[in-house]
């Protein structure tokens, strides 16, 4: 069985409450890659949070209002903080879902941090002290995605600074680890050496498949892998799965050849939460 760790609470008040570690049941952070428009973020949460409640699986709505990383300077990145923020308060409105999406200036912590509930810092700045210093203030807690050039243990201090700083609970997001050049790999063991940080562990899946600039102007993925890495991260003990999924990932702007299509989606999940009844022996 899972050991207790710390565990956080995101969203409550006019959005549902959930619960991550601290012996709480499986969670779901889900939504598309970056904000596409109200419209489809609206029609993506509505079936999320359908979902979940059919499933009995806790709910968080994640969308991007920026990826400033993408491969190419002439690729989508989103509609901006303005926007995107607008959208985000729209979802939480309408769906009662809590929301998360990620931050990549210090100076954009607190714009965010009035929108949504769970602040994401992007693996490749999982390190940027002001960065997580910033956030871990903004009364939120944090969704820290462990960087693919970093060994579980060593996500330790970069945890610690947002800890340090005053974090209201923080979640650590492993996504792969780099592997030569252009591939990821999944070292099941890190889920439970980042569980004995005393904190709770989430799996992003659909980045953990990805083929980083492997399609030159942007990246590609193995879709096909998402269900089996997920179902192992389940049986290694995690608190959190994180999925990018689309309803039509042909046509998705960002990270479509990653993305699980909705209409597969409960089925994979069903995997997975039967996996972690037996880990969790319920």
């Not at 201090?157 to 996504?175: D, H, N």
């Not at 042909?250 to 037996?278: I, N, T, W």
């Amino acid at each position: 069985m899972l050991k207790p760790v710390a565990g956080l609470q995101v969203g409550g008040g006019e959005v549902e409450r959930v619960a991550i570690g601290g012996g709480a049941p499986l969670a779901l952070i889900a939504g598309p890659c970056v904000i596409e428009g109200e419209d489809r973020c609206l029609r993506i949460a509505a079936m999320l949070a359908d979902l979940g409640q059919r499933l009995g699986l806790p709910v968080v709505f994640k969308a991007s209002f920026d990826k400033a990383n993408r491969s190419s300077l002439q690729a989508f990145r989103g509609p901006g903080l303005d926007e995107g923020l607008r959208v985000l308060q729209r979802v939480r409105a309408v769906t009662r879902l809590p929301v998360t999406t990620d931050v990549h200036l210090p100076e954009q912590v607190a714009a965010v941090a009035e929108a949504v509930d769970l602040i994401q810092i992007p693996a490749l700045l999982c390190r940027q002290t002001d960065l997580l210093v910033a956030a871990a203030r903004s009364g939120r807690p944090v969704n820290l995605k462990k960087g693919q050039f970093l060994a579980p243990d060593q996500v330790g201090p970069a945890a610690a600074k947002l800890l340090i700083s005053g974090a209201q609970g923080v979640l650590l997001t492993e996504r792969g680890t780099s592997f030569g050049y252009g591939d990821l790999i999944v070292d099941v063991r890190t889920f439970p050496r980042i569980r004995d940080l005393g904190l709770p562990v989430c799996f992003d899946a659909t980045h953990a498949v990805q083929r980083p600039g492997s399609l030159g102007n942007s990246s590609g993925g193995e879709p096909a892998l998402v269900g089996p890495l997920a179902r192992a991260a389940a049986a290694a003990g995690i608190d959190a799965l994180f999925l990018e999924v689309h309803d039509a990932p042909e046509e998705a702007l960002s990270d479509g050849p990653c993305m699980v299509p909705l209409d597969r989606l409960e089925a994979l999940l069903k995997d997975v939460m039967a996996v972690d009844r037996v880990v969790r022996g319920a």
